[in-house]
């Protein structure tokens, strides 16, 4: 009877100790699970703070990158630009859509990148990228 009543304590024991150890496991799984939600959730916060700072005034035009130069290493990449001011006294003039006009009224591409700056630059688009998710 002792013998068995030993066994059973012992039984009893591991199912604790496993029990306790699960327990212990998901409550860190949890704490990384929501640590990386709140990253998420603040990359995401800043994502459109970016676009409603860059393209949010209703003075800007978006276009695909594709359509400044034919063919770019990043063809989808989302930019902005200054739209031309009309004041019904002056009509576009052939300059005005002329490439240095254009590129001056580039204000930058909706991506992100290590090199803060380089979204700014019109080249950014036909540049080719070290990893795919910068």
Avoid: E
């Avoid at 902005?80 to 001056?104: E, M």
Wanted: avoid cysteine; aromatic fraction near 4%.
């Amino acid at each position: 009877m002792t013998l068995s009543l030993m066994i059973l304590l012992v039984v009893v024991a591991v199912g604790l100790l496993t029990l306790s150890t699960v327990t212990l496991r998901s409550a860190g799984q949890g704490k990384s699970m929501a640590v990386a939600r709140s990253n998420a959730r603040l990359a995401l916060m800043l994502a459109i703070g970016d676009l409603q700072k860059t393209a949010g005034p209703d003075q800007r035009v978006t276009a695909r990158a594709d359509v400044v130069a034919g063919s770019n290493a990043n063809p989808r990449l989302t930019g902005v630009w200054k739209s031309r001011k009309i004041d019904g006294k002056a009509l576009p003039v052939p300059q005005d859509y002329q490439k240095s006009a254009r590129d001056g009224a580039f204000l930058g591409w909706l991506a992100s990148s290590l090199d803060g700056k380089a979204t700014s630059q019109v080249s950014f688009a036909s540049a080719t990228t070290a990893s795919p998710v910068t």
